[in-house]
């Protein structure tokens, strides 16, 4: 069984930084691209930022200069590092992973959500 698990959320003040990681464990036979997305209360989940196998990123203009994003595809894992955090980056942080299964195909894995909340 596939699971994605995040971890490295917590309460931040404005301004300050945090890192999230995400660990894929299971049997399966590739990871390809992974991202991770947020949803604040009422609001839609949104795409912070995802990265491909080979490296390529992307990034929501809402974090561009302020978030980074990482994976070590040796380890399964995947990281965001979030610095000059505001509070309207307060969420449900969830990580996404298309994840290649033997016998199964090809389909998307969510995690279960870690949170983020930037107050003073």
């Known amino acids: 069984q596939v699971r994605l698990v995040e971890s490295g959320g917590g309460l931040v003040q404005p301004g300050g930084s945090l890192r999230l990681s995400c660990a894929a464990s299971g049997s399966f036979f590739r990871i390809g691209d992974m991202g991770w997305y947020r949803q604040a209360p009422g609001k839609p989940r949104e795409l912070v930022a995802s990265?491909?196998?080979?490296?390529?990123?992307y990034l929501d203009d809402s974090v561009e200069g302020r978030v980074s994003i990482s994976r070590e595809n040796s380890k399964n894992t995947m990281s965001l590092q979030m610095n000059s955090l505001k509070p309207e980056d307060t969420a449900v942080y969830y990580c996404?992973?298309?994840?290649?299964?033997?016998?199964?195909?090809?389909?998307?894995?969510w995690g279960q959500g870690t949170q983020v909340t930037v107050s003073s």
């Open positions: 990265i491909s196998s080979g490296g390529a990123t």
């Open positions: 996404n992973a298309e994840i290649v299964v033997l016998g199964v195909g090809r389909e998307s894995y």
